[in-house]
């Protein structure tokens, strides 16, 4: 049986081992070891040594890593080289040549997330989302405002979030992943989370373990949802093919299929 695709990713500091074995107990979907923006300029190297170190269950576990851009990208690779992390994750990813380089440093297959933050990002991401090893890609909206010079509300990148769920769709990748919630506030989160989901994303980068019950919250169907969903399969089911309405809404089979994966998504977070 197919494993479900991850719906909470929890960034931890690379360089606090002593915070490993407790955010991977705080049941996030996956932890992300953040040798990026977690860890300050002069702590990289203590970063790399302790991720070099970890004793973990790798298979949950993805790593975040500088920019090409910087001088830190080829040492982190090397690093994730000597672990056998489950993904990467490529902070401002922006070129092909970003991922063949993981994939050539890695020497073994591994799960690729591009983490689209910046103007050339998603300008690339139909090229990014259809390379060897991509499975879906990731939202950095705080960077991307920077970059953009917009307000970093959703109203002000409403475009770059459109973009990338459609271009996922259109490549048959996974759903994109959501960027974080600085607030740790559980309404906050789950109002966010209701908003990514709303918009097509299916997953959420998060900061601390308290917003992992808000983040499955706001992704799983609600009771009401999934009582209409029975509601419609039923009434089609006694239909004998004839129109129905359900509601005083007719049903077609766009609504068939909203209902269908409704309950798809529950039978998935059940499993």
């Given at each position: 049986?197919?494993?479900?695709?991850?719906?909470?990713?929890?960034?931890?500091?690379?360089?606090?081992?002593?915070?490993?074995?407790?955010?991977?107990?705080?049941?996030?979907?996956?932890?992300?070891?953040?040798?990026?923006?977690?860890?300050?300029?002069?702590?990289?190297?203590?970063?790399?040594?302790?991720?070099?170190?970890?004793?973990?269950?790798?298979?949950?576990?993805?790593?975040?890593?500088?920019?090409?851009?910087?001088?830190?990208?080829?040492?982190?690779?090397?690093?994730?080289?000597?672990?056998?992390?489950?993904?990467?994750?490529?902070?401002?990813?922006?070129?092909?040549?970003?991922?063949?380089?993981?994939?050539?440093?890695?020497?073994?297959?591994?799960?690729?997330?591009?983490?689209?933050?910046?103007?050339?990002?998603?300008?690339?991401?139909?090229?990014?989302?259809?390379?060897?090893?991509?499975?879906?890609?990731?939202?950095?909206?705080?960077?991307?405002?920077?970059?953009?010079?917009?307000s970093t509300d959703w109203d002000g990148l409403v475009l770059?979030?459109?973009?990338?769920?459609?271009?996922?769709?259109?490549?048959?990748?996974?759903?994109?992943?959501?960027?974080?919630?600085?607030?740790?506030?559980?309404?906050?989160?789950?109002?966010?989370?209701?908003?990514?989901?709303?918009?097509?994303?299916?997953?959420?980068?998060?900061?601390?373990?308290?917003?992992?019950?808000?983040?499955?919250?706001?992704?799983?169907?609600?009771?009401?949802?999934?009582?209409?969903?029975?509601?419609?399969?039923?009434?089609?089911?006694?239909?004998?093919?004839?129109?129905?309405?359900?509601?005083?809404?007719?049903?077609?089979?766009?609504?068939?299929?909203?209902?269908?994966?409704?309950l798809m998504i529950v039978q998935d977070r059940e499993l």
């Open positions: 049986m197919t494993e479900p695709m991850p719906v909470t990713y929890l960034f931890v500091p690379a360089n606090r081992p002593d915070r490993f074995e407790k955010a991977r107990a705080a049941g996030a979907d996956r932890i992300i070891l953040d040798l990026e923006d977690a860890v300050p300029l002069d702590g990289k190297d203590i970063a790399r040594a302790a991720l070099i170190g970890a004793e973990l269950d790798w298979s949950r576990v993805l790593v975040r890593v500088n920019p090409s851009s910087t001088t830190f990208f080829e040492d982190d690779l090397r690093a994730v080289a000597a672990t056998q992390a489950a993904g990467i994750m490529i902070a401002k990813a922006e070129t092909v040549a970003d991922i063949n380089m993981v994939s050539q440093t890695i020497g073994r297959p591994i799960d690729i997330t591009p983490l689209i933050e910046t103007a050339k990002g998603l300008n690339a991401v139909d090229e990014l989302l259809c390379t060897a090893g991509v499975s879906r890609v990731a939202f950095g909206h705080l960077d991307m405002a920077v970059d953009l010079g917009c770059a979030r459109q973009t990338l769920v459609w271009r996922s769709r259109l490549h048959g990748k996974a759903s994109p992943i959501e960027g974080v919630t600085p607030n740790i506030d559980d309404d906050q989160v789950f109002s966010d989370t209701l908003l990514a989901k709303k918009f097509g994303f299916g997953a959420k980068l998060l900061i601390h373990p308290k917003q992992i019950a808000p983040t499955l919250r706001g992704f799983t169907p609600s009771d009401q949802e999934v009582t209409w969903a029975h509601k419609v399969l039923a009434a089609l089911e006694a239909s004998n093919g004839a129109a129905v309405a359900v509601d005083g809404k007719m049903v077609d089979k766009p609504v068939e299929d909203s209902a269908r994966r409704i």
